[in-house]
């Protein structure tokens, strides 16, 4: 079993920069596939982006494509998400996910451990 841990949120203002980080502890981080949902104040928590485990392939839902950027570093243990050019629409609480299938999914029912999310509040 892995243990997720996320920081790096915050407040700032529209065309700003944060750099989320997941820190995993358990388990190497390599035996999971990772990704980081959104979940904003009354909707439902949504696919931001995703990593195999190799780093080879990448998704990312198609708003943030061009802006957000996945990576991992399995000798750190650590998931990253680097988000430029915030927009207010980007306000939400991140969650990271791990998952145990080998397959890249969008769908949070496929992944298996959660962090307890980091809020990215972007300002107008």
Do not use: H
């Amino acid at each position: 079993q892995v243990q997720l841990v996320e920081s790096g949120g915050g407040s700032v203002q529209a065309g700003g920069s944060l750099r989320l980080s997941c820190a995993a502890s358990g388990r190497t981080l390599s035996s999971y596939v990772m990704g980081w949902f959104r979940q904003a104040p009354g909707k439902e928590r949504e696919f931001v982006a995703a990593v195999s485990r190799s780093t080879s392939i990448t998704y990312y839902l198609d708003s943030v494509k061009g802006r957000f950027t996945i990576s991992r570093d399995n000798a750190k243990n650590t998931v990253y998400l680097q988000m430029n050019s915030l927009k207010p629409e980007d306000t939400a609480v991140y969650y990271c996910a791990a998952a145990v299938s080998y397959y890249v999914s969008r769908r949070a029912s496929e992944y298996d451990y959660w962090g307890q999310g980091t809020q990215v509040t972007v300002s107008s």
